[in-house]
């Protein structure tokens, strides 16, 4: 299992700097082609842009994690941050009532779950750093 932790992380980090890339070069057709997105304003190309270089810049994190063992603690618990920060704030969205219970599973795969892995990284790599 071990060893898989690494590739895990690499698969992660692959995805989250691939969707920031979308995001970069063609945010117009990302704001249309993710469900549910166009349901939480309208088009800012500006802020779509901004988060699609948190999502290369996490992203980057994980893959480089992946590779540098001595780096991964940091790298993954800070990207593990951002991710729980966003999960956590689409559940308030729920609990204030600017959305509906139904958005949580449509948002699971891309919100929730990155957001699981990556804190499960996160403390694998901190069980397993060399605290010297």
Not at 12 to 33: K, Q, S, T
């Amino acid at each position: 299992m071990p060893k898989a932790i690494p590739v895990l992380a690499g698969i992660l980090g692959a995805g989250l700097a691939g969707n920031g890339v979308f995001m970069l070069a063609a945010p117009e057709a990302w704001y249309f082609a993710v469900p549910g997105v166009t349901t939480t304003g309208p088009f800012n190309q500006h802020f779509l842009r901004d988060i699609g270089l948190i999502f290369v810049l996490i992203g980057s994190g994980f893959a480089y994690g992946a590779a540098r063992p001595g780096q991964r603690s940091l790298l993954w618990t800070l990207g593990a941050v951002w991710l729980s920060g966003h999960a956590l704030f689409h559940f308030w969205e729920v609990a204030v009532g600017i959305c509906g219970p139904e958005v949580l599973p449509r948002d699971f795969p891309s919100v929730t779950l990155p957001a699981l892995i990556a804190l499960a990284l996160s403390v694998w790599s901190f069980r397993h750093a060399d605290h010297r």
